[in-house]
């Protein structure tokens, strides 16, 4: 039971990690709305859409994981580890731009905690019963 709870729980977040491919279509509209800021120049142009990719990259890594159970403590191993460092990034800058981002970090965090919870009493490698 509980690992299909957390295969819909994987899909979930992998869905809402998804949604980050937004910053891929309109960089200059997802760093206004994110960090109120215009990007300018190569920013605009290449790091904010390969970053926007990357983080699309982790929802569709998390959303195989739950339906690929070999996969599934990698997914979530990778997919966690870049969510801390967002996170960490984030709050090194103090309060520059948590406020757009508060609710970024505060859905990260619980699925980082969720993650956690099924790598330590899940069966991240076993297929679903």
Do not use: C
Request: charged share 10%; glycine share 10%; net charge neutral.
């Amino acid at each position: 039971m509980f690992e299909k709870i957390f295969v819909g729980v994987m899909v979930v977040a992998g869905m809402l990690t998804l949604t980050m491919l937004y910053a891929a279509v309109s960089p200059e509209a997802a760093i206004q709305s994110y960090f109120n800021e215009t990007p300018e120049g190569a920013m605009a142009s290449v790091v904010v859409p390969n970053w926007g990719i990357l983080i699309g990259l982790m929802g569709a890594l998390l959303i195989y994981g739950a339906f690929h159970p070999p996969s599934r403590k990698v997914a979530l191993v990778v997919a966690g580890t870049s969510k801390i460092a967002f996170i960490a990034l984030i709050l090194m800058q103090g309060e520059r731009y948590l406020a757009g981002l508060q609710t970024a970090v505060i859905v990260d965090s619980v699925m980082i905690v969720l993650f956690v919870i099924y790598l330590i009493f899940g069966k991240p490698g076993a297929a679903n019963a």
